[in-house]
């Protein structure tokens, strides 16, 4: 019994790690938080659910969709609205972007009514021995696991990616050595906003979808980086990982109801005790 | 002055013919009720908002009540209690209306009924299933469906008569499904089931893994949840997901939605559900009210829309014998009524609490609700035992 629960939350886990990759660049290089994060994801979902409706797009093919798509809504996003508040004190930015969320999840929710959708594309799971590994859940996680790769990949090895991560680390020593600070805000959000999209898309498969389904995961995303350490790239996967993990574990040996609780005592817990995350964050 | 005269003489004249016309122009009934049109009851709270459009639309082709047309007022308490509250204030003290009917759910019902009691307003309430609302020392408020512990009664009965041994219940824990999760439990004890597990969930859960595997690992020979629409639809995914097989799975609301088979297909033959309504029972009336409003709306009625009606046609019936709107003498006539409308039974006691009507219970079978409990109202056999999800 607990194997099936340590393989659910592992499962879970790798795509909370995906999703708050994104929470976490927003903040490692603009020191926002982007609490529209949970609403990307949804549009995510959303897109991937008409591409298989209406065009019997296969779910995960949608991700070459969805993902480019929500980039180019990220990096307008962030030229219109939230430029004008990266400098500004953080309850702006937090404003601004809760005005963002719940505008999108209620235009659409006019749009396309509160009624819950399904992309029904894979069902049922691989039975080995005695655990069950849900068919869906393990697609979404070899996915959410190889873009997180390519993520990492892409902030270590490339010119953009050391960019990013110079500006993360101190934005003005990076603006004196020639980058392009607005340019990489804009990259962020659009990068960041494609990490939601890909979530999305990979829930799609797994669960209903519908205009509010975003906000939990952006509360999960946000316990992700404080768990790993806010701007610790690599500390959100393992953040995920464990978010996964404890909130399966305590299901199992306390109750569902209290699984929650325990996953906000552990924040509580880690912000007293190692404020800069369990990996050691960025100092501020 | 003899003009003058004249003038009155003729005016008076005049007043007198045409008075008799105001009297048949009476201003209509205004029937207040708020309804949960968004939210997560959206789904059931319109289809009995509907209900209640189609009772006003008939009622009014037969010349209206006590020689008057009925006219609804609604509002959208967005599934929330405390906004339904407000909203029943404003009907009775600003808008003014005349009656009200109930709102949708039992969390609602519960925190309403409290304003209805307080201006002492008759409210019957189709769609409240929880036993404690009724039981409180009210006194204006009356049950039209079957109360939320009698819910899964087929489940169990069908279960316990085939030899079933051993019962799983999970709940959302909220007011309705708490009390049917606790009746499904009494019951299955009194039939010699053994309950092997059982636990709840907090509203809006989406992940039912843990919850699951515990579940599984107590190898139940029965599920039953008792559940709304969106946990109903989760749980049964998951279950496919981690291979959860038990010889009968029942849940309490959602099930008997169109849209929960649409959105699970095949995954939802063999799921058994209950209802307080199936449009193909064989009571009076059925085929006239299906066919209007099919006609009205465009689609099939489900159980929250036939009992809307039902408890609009109700209120109507006691309004009638009463000869008048006022709270007590309609009071009166409702806890003396015994019918059968296409609804089924309605009989209450003295609280108001419902005591005839009847739960069914049905199970998808390609694609369509068969009623296969209890044995005088089935059209169809179940389907048993429900086979591993690998032979689904």
């Known amino acids: 019994m607990v194997g099936q629960v340590v393989i659910s939350g592992l499962l879970a886990g790798a795509l909370y790690a995906m999703v708050a990759l994104g929470l976490g660049l927003i903040f490692g290089v603009m020191r ?121 990949w892409f902030l270590q090895k490339t010119r953009l990616g050391k960019a990013l991560r110079a500006v993360s680390q101190s934005r003005e020593v990076a603006q004196v050595c020639g980058v392009n600070v607005q340019r990489i805000h804009m990259l962020a959000f659009g990068f960041a906003s494609a990490l939601a999209a890909a979530g999305g898309s990979l829930v799609a498969v797994m669960v209903a979808i519908q205009p509010e389904m975003g906000q939990v995961y952006t509360f999960k995303s946000f316990l992700v980086i404080v768990l790993g350490g806010a701007g610790n790239y690599p500390g959100a996967l393992v953040g995920g990982l464990l978010l996964g993990l404890v909130e399966q574990l305590s299901s199992l040996f306390l109750t569902t109801q209290v699984n929650e609780a325990v996953a906000y005592v552990l924040l509580v817990l880690v912000l007293l005790v190692r404020p800069t995350g369990l990996f050691k964050g960025r100092a501020s | 002055m003899t003009t003058f005269l004249w003038r ?192 709840a969930y907090p509203k809006g859960n989406t992940d039912f893994s843990a919850l699951l595997t515990k579940l599984k690992a107590a190898n139940p020979d029965v599920i039953a949840a008792s559940t709304y629409f969106d946990d109903a639809v989760a749980i049964t995914r998951q279950m496919k997901e981690l291979n959860v097989n038990a010889k009968m799975y029942g849940v309490t609301v959602g ?73 007590d003498k309609v009071r009166d006539q409702l806890l003396k009524l015994e019918t059968r409308t296409f609804f089924g039974d309605y009989k209450v006691d003295g609280d108001g609490f419902q005591v005839a009507h009847k739960m069914v219970m049905f199970q998808w079978q390609d694609g369509k609700k068969v009623t296969v409990w209890p044995d005088d109202l089935a059209n169809g056999k179940p389907r048993y035992p429900t086979p591993g999800w690998s032979q689904r």
Request: glycine share 8%; aromatic share 12%.
């Open chain 2, 8 to 199: 009155v003489a003729a005016t008076a004249a005049f007043v007198a013919i045409l008075a008799p016309i105001p009297v048949h122009a009476q201003a209509p009934i205004k029937v207040g009720a708020s309804l949960s049109l968004t939210g997560t009851y959206a789904q059931p709270g319109s289809y009995q908002k509907e209900g209640y459009e189609l009772c006003a639309d008939h009622v009014n082709a037969k010349g209206g009540l006590l020689g008057r047309k009925i006219e609804f007022v609604f509002y959208d308490d967005q599934s929330m209690p405390a906004t339904g509250v407000r909203l029943y204030e404003k009907l009775i003290t600003e808008d003014k209306v005349d009656a009200v009917m109930g709102p949708y759910s039992s969390p609602i019902t519960e925190a309403v009924a409290n304003v209805s009691e307080k201006y002492q307003k008759v409210m019957v309430s189709p769609l409240a299933a929880t036993t404690s609302i009724f039981k409180k020392g009210r006194k204006y408020i009356f049950m039209v469906i079957s109360p939320a512990e009698a819910y899964l009664d087929g489940l169990v009965d069908m279960a316990a008569k085939r030899g079933l041994k051993t019962i799983a219940v999970i709940n959302e824990d909220t007011l309705f499904t708490k009390a049917s999760a606790v009746g499904v439990a009494e019951i299955a004890k009194k039939k010699g089931m053994q309950v092997v597990f059982q636990e």
């Open chain 1, 32 to 152: 926002v938080l982007n609490v529209a994060h949970g609403p990307l994801l949804m549009l995510g979902a959303y897109t991937t659910f008409w591409l298989f409706h209406w065009f019997g797009l296969n779910p995960y093919l949608s991700l070459l969709v969805s993902m480019p798509a929500l980039f180019v809504v990220g990096v307008v996003l962030q030229r219109l609205l939230v430029r004008r508040v990266v400098d500004a004190p953080e309850l702006s930015s937090l404003l601004l972007l809760f005005g963002v969320g719940i505008a999108l999840v209620n235009v659409t929710q006019l749009a396309f009514t509160s009624d819950l959708r399904s992309v029904e594309y894979l069902t049922g799971s691989f039975v080995w021995g005695p655990f069950a590994f849900s068919k869906s859940r393990v697609i979404a996680c070899a996915f959410a696991i190889v873009i997180t790769a390519g993520a990492f």
């Open chain 2, 255 to 327: 099930g008997d939605l169109p849209k929960f088979y649409e959105l699970l297909k095949q995954n939802a033959e063999y799921v058994y559900g209950a209802t307080q309504w199936e449009g193909n029972l064989p009571y009076p009336g059925q085929k006239e009210f299906v066919d209007s409003y099919q006609k009205k709306f465009g689609h099939e009625p489900v159980y929250h829309s036939a009992a809307g009606y039902a408890g609009c046609v109700i209120y109507g019936e006691a309004v009638k014998r009463a000869g008048t709107l006022d709270s």
